[in-house]
Structure formats: C-alpha cells, structure tokens
C-alpha cells in the first residue's frame, strides 16, 4: 500500500473553500480501482490543506492520474487562484501499519 500526501499551501481564508471541494465528491477518486481511502487535514493555523489519498500500489495511483477521470476532476479551474503557492506531492510506501480499533 501507498500513501500520497499533497500539501497545499492556501491564501488567507482559503482553506475551508479548499475542503469544501474535496468534500463535494468532485473527480470520483473513490470509485477508481486501486483507491483505498483519503484524508482532507486542515493545519490549525489554515495556512495550508494536506490530501492524503491511500492506494493499493503504485500502478493504481499512476493509473488514476493518467486517466480521463483525474483529467476532469483537475481541469475545471478547480482552486487555483486559492493557492498561494505550487502543490507538494510526495508518495509513501507503507512500512508499518497499527490500526487503532484493533489495539486491547
């Protein structure tokens, strides 16, 4: 399994409109084989938004961003102008893993 974290620094005022259009459904990421799960964190001072999408691999991550799905979901003067700088990705392989619910 992968993580994708990618960081979003927001202008000032920004980032609940930044979570609101993650939370709209836009692009179906959720309905692309391979996809496991994603996370919109806020950073407590609203400077930046961290998407952290998890994936069974990586072949299903690149299929995802090669795809006419990731296309329309990216391509519709979504957010743009919200940001104050350029998105950072970086891909995490899983090396361990602890769920919570599972611990006595």
């Known amino acids: 399994m992968i993580a ?5 620094p927001v202008r000032e005022g920004a980032a609940d409109r930044i979570v ?10 959720q309905e692309f084989p391979g996809f496991v799960a ?9 400077s930046e938004v961290l998407v952290v999408t998890w994936w069974e691999d990586r072949a299903s991550f690149d299929a995802w961003v090669g795809s006419d799905a990731f296309k329309r979901a990216h391509g519709r003067g979504g957010g ?9 990705m970086t891909v995490y392989e899983v090396a361990l893993e602890r769920d919570r619910r599972r611990v006595p």
Request: charged share 25%.
């Open 38 to 46: 994603m996370e919109v964190l806020k950073a407590e001072d609203a």
């Open 20 to 29: 609101e259009m993650f939370s709209s459904g836009r692009g179906a990421v």
């Open 80 to 88: 743009g102008e919200l940001l104050r700088g350029h998105p950072q």
């Open 4 to 8: 994708v974290a990618n960081r979003l």
